[in-house]
């Protein structure tokens, strides 16, 4: 920071030749003027930093001392400026690029959606803004917020926000997932309580209507659980049951690597706005068996400014794909796990698993695993009657 | 010289810090490579062994080897280097 300072305001290294060097110190800093750098070159002369503005004074200091005085270097942002005053061509420059980048400063060259909780996809949502003039190289002074907002909403029905948040010549999407509307129950609706998943009853409560199974009964799917009646035309209640699940899932036992197979080759583009300039002949159609990998780099200042520069470059990788043997205990570990998500995906928060066993077998080449599960989950599901 | 005797005592006996009441020099030195003398009087002497200080009533010495005076206003003399011993005289 006090480098920075110094910088600012410009500082300048003098050599001091003197019988009384320490004189001419002790009447600088007296004078207010902070020396820096003292370095003793021999018994009579000396190298100091001073402030530029304080050059003179310092001057007819070393005078009155009977002190040699050579000015060595200037250094610092006043001397910059001096010597910018010469050169007319390269201060016309800086103020056109000054004026360029404020100009490309009201454009907006960056877009892109932020902290999306939604299952929209962040191409819709940016395809559904450039329809309504939100876009790269759209002039952001004329966005209307509220406007854009509601528009963008009547098309993203998923959405319940959506805002746009311009810095510099960025814009960021920020949008938040619409919540779903509960489901309205109707009393007077004429509803049974029917069998989700076939089971063996554990607990019946009716909440209203009249319960057509009890603990112990055997209930297939569909089965009606309880019925509504003249005074609950819309039966409710919860029916718990254990049921039993079998899953399978299988898994090559040997499977195909990437390796690897000659030289890289690079290319680059460079994007100019929406214009995309190659540098290369030929198609970006990749032949079989290339990977390519593609790295973009965009010219700008964080949370500054940004410009439609980018620059692609394009790695591509040719391989040969290998037939490797996968480890049979942790493709049996692995198929187990996703197994055990399935089943938890399936129950969902109505069930919990009981208990739960894997058999593996070899079939064909390949590892075979099956689940089978009994669990306790509320199977009743609201059935409207025709 | 008495008065300054007397001010020092009663910044003692009042556990005040004596430089700040009777303007007595105060060096600090970290490790031997960096010392800041504070209230100086002015500069004495200056070579890349000796750097001499005037503290009013005498003189301090820094002797040592490459010895630079970093910075230097009317209140502190910061000196850098490699410090070898303190003299008073």
């Known amino acids: ?386 | 010289m008495k008065i300054r005797d007397t001010v020092a005592d009663l910044a003692q006996a009042m556990d005040l810090p004596q430089e700040a009441v009777s303007g007595a020099l105060k060096i600090t030195l970290t490790g031997r490579s960096r010392a800041v003398v504070e209230h100086h009087r002015g500069l004495r002497g200056y070579s890349e062994e000796v750097v001499e200080i005037s503290a009013g009533t005498g003189a301090v010495r820094l002797l040592g080897r490459d010895l630079i005076l970093l910075a230097m206003d009317a209140e502190t003399v910061l000196v850098t280097g490699v410090i070898s011993a303190v003299e008073y005289g």
């Not at chain 1, 006090?2 to 004078?31: E, S």
């Not at chain 1, 003039?133 to 998923?158: D, H, N």
């Not at chain 1, 109707?186 to 069998?195: H, I, M, N």
Request: proline letters at 5%.
């Open chain 1, 1 to 386: 920071m006090a480098d920075a300072q110094r910088w600012l305001r410009g500082y300048a290294r003098v050599r001091l030749t003197g019988a009384d060097l320490p004189a001419f110190f002790n009447r600088c800093v007296r004078a207010g003027i902070i020396l820096r750098d003292v370095r003793a070159e021999d018994a009579l002369t000396c190298t100091v930093s001073l402030p530029v503005s304080r050059l003179e004074a310092a001057g007819k200091i070393a005078r009155r001392c009977g002190c040699g005085w050579e000015v060595l270097a200037r250094t610092g942002m006043p001397e910059g400026v001096r010597r910018l005053r010469r050169r007319r061509g390269v201060l016309v420059l800086l103020g056109l690029v000054f004026a360029g980048l404020m100009l490309s400063s009201l454009f907006v060259w960056e877009i892109r959606v932020t902290e999306n909780d939604s299952s929209v996809p962040d191409a819709r949502i940016l395809r559904v803004l450039a329809d309504h003039g939100v876009g790269v190289g759209s002039f952001w002074p004329a966005f209307r917020g509220e406007r854009i907002r509601t528009q963008a909403l009547l098309e993203l029905p998923e959405l319940r926000f959506l805002a746009v948040n311009v810095r510099g010549s960025r814009a960021a999407v920020e949008v938040r997932a619409a919540i779903p509307r509960p489901e309205i129950f109707d009393p007077a609706l004429p509803a049974d309580v029917t069998a989700g998943r076939s089971g063996i009853v554990e607990s019946v409560r009716a909440f209203a209507g009249m319960p057509r199974v009890s603990r112990g009964d055997a209930v297939t799917e569909g089965q009606l659980l309880i019925t509504g009646d003249a005074a609950f035309p819309h039966a409710r209640g919860e029916v718990r049951a254990y049921t039993y699940y079998e899953m399978t899932a299988s898994a090559p036992l040997s499977r195909p690597v990437k390796e690897p197979n000659g030289r890289s080759s690079r290319r680059f583009a460079l994007i100019l706005g929406e214009k995309r300039i190659n540098f290369y002949a030929g198609s970006g159609i990749l032949p079989a068996d290339c990977d390519k990998m593609t790295r973009e780099w965009t010219l700008r200042a964080e949370n500054a400014f940004s410009l439609p520069v980018r620059l692609v470059m394009e790695v591509r990788t040719p391989y040969v794909l290998r037939e490797t043997a996968a480890d049979p205990a942790a493709c049996q570990q692995e198929l187990e796990r996703q197994l055990l998500c399935r089943l938890d995906r399936t129950l969902g928060e109505r069930g919990e698993v009981l208990e739960s066993r894997f058999t593996a077998a070899m079939t064909e080449g390949r590892l075979v695993v099956t689940l089978r599960a009994k669990c306790l989950e509320s199977i009743d599901r609201d059935l409207p009657r025709n």
